[in-house]
């Protein structure tokens, strides 16, 4: 969710009262929320306007859905106080977190991540790595990041080499959660950890990414690479800005761009016509339909060729992909 989304779904929260915006919240991930309660915080002297153009936006998608298929999952607690106080909150947070469970490792999401971090401080690496992939690739990134960088180091490493996590392990990391947490039992759910997390957490690292995937590098040079060809994939294009798109579209070559998109979602496809001018969109949508069949490991070196090119422009400063971390600006 951006900026405009937090902030409209801020004002719709607010004005629809604390019952149904109590409801509202229990569809949502526990970062959403978090987000949305610290922003909410910040409204002051909205104007009719200003509420009449949030809700007509959302009245027209809403229109256009069936069902809001969320995962719910709550920072609620601490959102409700800050927006309404402790006394006003009390009696809506028995509501909203009824049948809830904030045991084990859901516990964690409770709490900020300079908590987290302390708490895991002196736990073994493996014991860390466990518990990151249990959380949102974005807090794991924050709570990373505010450790040692040896810590960071080992625990990224252990990441990326979990497969998964047999029921007696649970067992014991549960019970180092209960000494830590006095939770209860987890339940027996399948852990994945692997490459694909530890790239997601990474994306999101921050300045200690060079290091943390140097020391991957030390130990196993195909993991590193392996991981830094997950960090950022092909369809991840969606989720940069038009003007980085279009400064991306000029280093890149048009027959090179044609191979890449026959792999691409319908999607993509949009963006990135809709960042071009329209002589070139036309050309480009021809092109794109009248290519024939091209082979997959054509496509996916095309992508890669692309991909490269999106991480020059990052190191150099001029694209952002990351979360949060430390910002760049173009």
Known sequence: MNDAGVNKAAILLLTLGSDEAAEVMKFLEPREIQK???????????????????????????SKKTTFGLDSDAYIREMLQKALGSERAAGLIDRV????????????????????????????????????????????????????????????????????????????????????????????????????????????IGSAQESVLDS???????????????????????????????????EVQSESLIIALKGASEELRDKILRNMSQRAAEMLREDLESKGPVKLSDVEAEQKQILKTVHRLVEEGQVEIGGKGDEKYV
């Open 216 to 250: 991957v590098r030390d130990q196993d040079e195909d993991l590193a690479q392996k991981i830094m060809d997950e960090m950022f994939i092909f369809e991840d294009l969606l989720e940069i800005e038009d003007r980085s798109i279009q400064l991306i579209l000029r």
């Open 36 to 62: 949305i309660t610290s922003q909410m915080v910040t409204l002051r002297n909205l104007t009719r306007e200003e509420i009449a153009v949030v809700f007509q936006e959302f009245y027209a998608e809403a």
């Open 97 to 204: 977190l009824h049948n809830s469970d904030t045991s084990g490792i859901e516990g964690l999401k409770w709490m900020d991540a300079p908590g987290i971090a302390d708490l895991l401080s002196n736990e073994h690496p493996q014991i860390i790595a466990t518990i990151m992939v249990h959380l949102e690739p974005d807090l794991a990134a924050t709570v990373l990041s505010l450790l040692t960088e040896r810590t960071r180091n080992d625990v990224m490493l252990r990441i990326a080499t979990l497969d998964s996590v047999q029921p007696i392990a649970l067992h014991e990391l549960n019970e180092v959660l209960t000494t830590l947490l006095t939770g209860n039992s987890l339940s027996k759910k399948s852990i994945k950890g692997g490459v694909r997390t530890a790239a997601e957490i990474l994306n999101l």
